[in-house]
Each structure stands twice: as C-alpha cells, then as structure tokens.
C-alpha cells in the first residue's frame, strides 16, 4: 500500500523531479533559512591565504574573492571581482584587470586597486614556507591607476598567469586586516567572497553566513553553510547516515562510495555525485637522503610498484593507475612510466639494485598523513610495503602522522619518502610540472631540472593557445621519469555525497575539485 500511494502521488505530481520515500522535491529553497551543513576530511592548515598552498583554498573560495575564477563548467578563467581581464601586449608580459565598482570587504573597507596590490605584494613578502610565492615566479611587480585598475608587468611571458590570478592563493584581503610583512595573527578573516567567516573553530568547523554585499558571478543558493572537519571517514560517513550533516565532500573511502554507488537500504536516502578528477597521490624521494637519495633504489621501487594491484584492493575502481604526473584529461598527459618501466617486475628490479652495487635489502621509511586524504591513505602505503617487501628487496618502515606534523616534518626535509596528493591548482599540464621542480616548490625538497625550468616552461607560456604546448610537456615527463623524484601512483575520480535533499552536488565542484558551497541548496518539499 506504501509503494502504491507514493505512486499514486508520484503520477498527481509528474513534474515534480525527485520521489524520495513519499517525500517529492523540486529545486529551490523551502521558505525557511536555507543552512546546509558539509563535512570534510580536509581542514585549513591556515587562515592567511599568503601561507597555504594546500586544502585550505576549499575555504578560501567560499570567503574571499579573487580578481578572476572558474565558475562550474568553465575551463578559462572568468570575472569575479574584476570586471574584466586581458593581456595588453602580444608578447603575454603585461596584464590588465578593471574591477567592478563599489566592491567591499565584510568590515566595510572597499577592495579597491590597492587592496589587490596589497594581497599580491604581501604574498611574495612574507614568503612562508608553505605558501604559494611560487606560483608568482613570473611576477616583476603590480601597479595600479586610480582605485579601479590594477596591471601585473611579468619578467617572462607566462601565458598560465590568468590561471594563476583565478587560483585561492591570490584571494583578496584588506590591507587594515592583513599585514603587509607578516600574516595575520589574530585567528580571523575579513574577505568580500560569498560567504562571511563567522567563526572558526580549529578541528571542528566553520561558520559560513552569506554576505549581503557580495558582488560577483556566484549565485549563493542558500543562506550558511558550516563546515564539520573530521579526521575519520568513518565517522564522518555516520554522520551523514543520521543527517546531521547533509553533505560530504572529500575523505569518502573506496568501500563507502562502493555502498553508495549500490543503494544498499542504510544509504537509500543519499545521492552520490561522481565527477571526473584530475587530483593525483605521489610518492616523493628525498634526494638528501642516504637510501631515496640514490637513483637505482628509486628506479627499483618504480620497477617493482604494481599501481592496478593497489587501485583494485584499495580503491575498488574508484582510482586508476596513474603513470605520470599530468593526468588523463590533461593536455599532455603521457603514459611515460608505463613506457619506461612495464609490468611490475621483481627480477629487474634486483638487476638494477645489483649493477648499482646495492646489497638488498634496502631498507627504508615511508612517511604519510593520517587526516589529509581519508581512511584509505593507512591501506595504501599497507600496500605499497607489502609490494615491496614481498619481493625481499626493500624493509619498509610505515609511519602517519596528522598533516600538520607532516607538512612540517616534509618541509625540514626530514622524511627519506613520503606521500603526497595533489588538487591541481588550476585545469593546465603547466600546473602538474611547475609546482614540483625548482629551487623552492611545494615538495619542500629542491628539485633543480634547468631543462624543464630555463627551457620547457619559458616556451610553453609564451603560448596563449594550450593545445599547442603537449611537446614541452611530454619532455618534461621524460625527464621526471629520468629521475623519479616523484612516483605517480593513482588518479582519483571525485565524489559530493548528499541527502537527497539537498541540490546542486553536480555543480558543487569547479576545476580545481574546490566545492562551491553556494551551488547547494534544499529543495523544496511539498
């Protein structure tokens, strides 16, 4: 009688687009106050834009605006507190960005021309250890005319540089909030975005209200949001099972998205949103190391890794292999470690082992975080050791540690191997090669390669048109497979869990897999 009168109710109200139990929805807010509530495995690691180049930008985005970004389905970057955007020049060395007019900030400073200058210059001033000056390499100097027009003159043509403006680093703050030489202390944030930081609580959440002064191309679908940081996937996944909280983004295990992906009666009232991704996980080689620093036990480890063992047992389908640094989907992407290594294979791995004069086995620590990537990460590098251990070559030692831990124990160069994941930045080859090579880069271990960084990248940004940059690209591979610095491991799909009340999960994630929260709302019921 149940199924018959939701059919019955379903056939009095066929326009209406989703029957859940005997509950129909349809798109738009429920006339009361529209207030979603998302967990998440990825925490900010800092408030200050000028010293993450990491997870935080997921908040970010949310609260601060930057000049240009990436709506849904935009792969260039679009207006946001600018007005518009160009490159002045033919040789791409010069460009310009009018903002709109009578933009603020939630305090009620205006975001005028100084205020960009100010959020730009003092990312290259303070330099943190873990913020993104790298990305500005290209930058000479930003000036400004009048409150509305701000010019960025490069020292090299950079092509990418939109792309870089477009990215959270270059969120824009006001210069009475944030000093111009150090970060800000004080456990706030003052931003003009779509959304107003009303509180933070670090491991446990934010408090997201719309900001009624927003003025740029989001459409903020509902009225707060709070973020709920968890640690363990588990418990996070529970929490949505038992509503409270209405949607997940990043941290879902492979066996969770398996038993979402089946509809098993426990999950009957959550929706599952699949998207394809282009986030990465990596093993990083220490080069200062005594063991990682030697390229034939880096080459043996790459000989023995079998990436399809580890996608299957770990990640149930919801990974593939990944063998090389730009991923499927990319302009550029090879298959280069396949093409120099093969199949997983033991025999050549001692080969290369023995011609180097390496007695086996190597033994060696594999270093990763507990709390960045979800529960699956401890499996994984289960995995990875017993691979490499069962072919009596390696003793591997496994040690996790909160990412806070981590990232400071990477950047002080402690850690002969470790793992790392990788959101790109922003939709180009150019930002799966760049961050990782230099003297300074987000690995925190310098990575010298005067090809990839005085040749192959100079010429590809002299390049407007990014279809035309794969050969710098493709050579940029070989070399890192030259060296394996870096071990690419898997390429993830990304996945928004919901209740299937709440709207919007399919547009939630720009191309840079940083959700939108204003894309989500509650539909309505009748």
């Not at 925490?43 to 605006?65: I, K």
């Not at 023995?354 to 033994?363: F, K, L, N, W, Y």
């Not at 009596?392 to 806070?404: A, H, N, Q, V, Y």
């Not at 279809?467 to 070989?478: D, I, K, P, S, W």
Request: proline content about 6%; glycine content about 8%.
């Amino acid at each position: 009688m149940f199924y018959r009168t939701c059919l019955q109710a379903a056939a009095a109200l066929a326009s209406i687009s989703l029957l859940a139990g005997c509950g129909v929805f349809s798109d738009g807010d429920d006339g009361g106050k529209q207030e979603i509530a998302v967990g998440t495995t990825s925490e900010p690691s800092t408030l200050d834009p000028a010293a993450a180049w990491d997870g935080s930008w997921e908040l970010y985005r949310n609260v601060f605006q930057t000049l240009v970004s990436f709506p849904t389905g935009s792969t260039t970057p679009q207006p946001d507190a600018a007005q518009g955007c160009r490159f002045t020049d033919t040789s791409n060395k010069v460009f310009e960005c009018k903002l709109r007019s009578g933009l603020k900030f939630t305090n009620g400073e205006a975001l005028d021309a100084a205020a960009v200058k100010h959020s730009i210059d003092r990312i290259r001033t303070i330099d943190a250890e873990s913020g993104p000056t790298g990305l500005l390499g290209s930058l000479d100097r930003v000036t400004v005319s009048g409150d509305d027009t701000v010019t960025f003159r490069l020292r090299t043509p950079d092509a990418t540089f939109p792309f870089i403006l477009a990215t959270p680093a270059m969120s824009i703050v006001p210069p009475s909030q944030y000093p111009a030489d150090e970060l800000r202390k004080d456990g706030r944030l003052t931003g003009s975005g779509p959304y107003a930081l009303e509180s933070y609580t670090k491991g446990k959440s934010a408090e997201l209200t719309r900001f009624e002064g927003y003025k740029g191309f989001a459409k903020v679908r509902n009225e707060a949001v709070t973020i709920r940081y968890f640690q363990d996937s588990d418990v996070m996944m529970k929490a949505l099972k038992d509503r409270t909280i209405d949607a997940i983004n990043r941290g879902l295990t492979a066996e969770e998205v398996v038993e979402l992906q089946e509809k098993k009666p426990e999950v009957a009232h959550l929706q599952l949103v699949e998207t394809v991704g282009a986030d990465i996980r990596y093993l990083v080689f220490n080069p200062e190391d005594p063991k990682a620093g030697k390229l034939a036990v880096r080459r043996a480890v790459a000989q023995i890794i079998d990436r399809g063992a580890l996608v299957q047992k770990v990640y149930h389908g919801t990974a593939e292999p990944l063998y090389s640094m730009v991923p499927k989907g990319i302009a550029g992407h090879t298959t280069e470690f396949y093409d120099r290594f093969g199949e997983p294979n033991a025999a050549k791995a001692e080969e290369i082992l023995e011609d180097a004069g390496i007695t086996a086995p190597v033994s060696m620590k594999f270093w990763y975080t507990t709390d960045r990537y979800g529960s699956s990460t401890a499996p994984e590098f289960a995995e990875i050791k017993r691979q490499l251990e069962d072919t009596g070559l390696f003793r591997i030692t496994l040690e996790g540690k909160p990412w806070t831990e981590f990232q400071a124990g990477y950047q002080g160069g402690e850690y002969p191997v470790f793992g790392r994941g990788w959101f790109p930045d922003f939709p180009d080859p150019d930002n799966f090669i760049a961050p990782f090579v230099g003297a300074k880069n987000v690995l925190g271990t310098p990575y010298e390669s005067p090809e990839i960084t005085e040749q192959l990248l100079p010429q590809s940004r002299r390049e407007s048109d990014r279809g035309a940059v794969t050969g710098q690209f493709e050579r940029a591979q070989e070399i890192l497979v030259d060296d394996v610095r870096l071990l690419p491991l898997w390429q993830g799909k990304l996945y928004v869990a919901a209740s299937e009340e709440i709207g919007g999960g399919e547009n939630a994630l720009d191309p840079q897999t940083v959700m939108q929260m204003w894309e989500l709302y509650r539909k309505k019921s009748w």
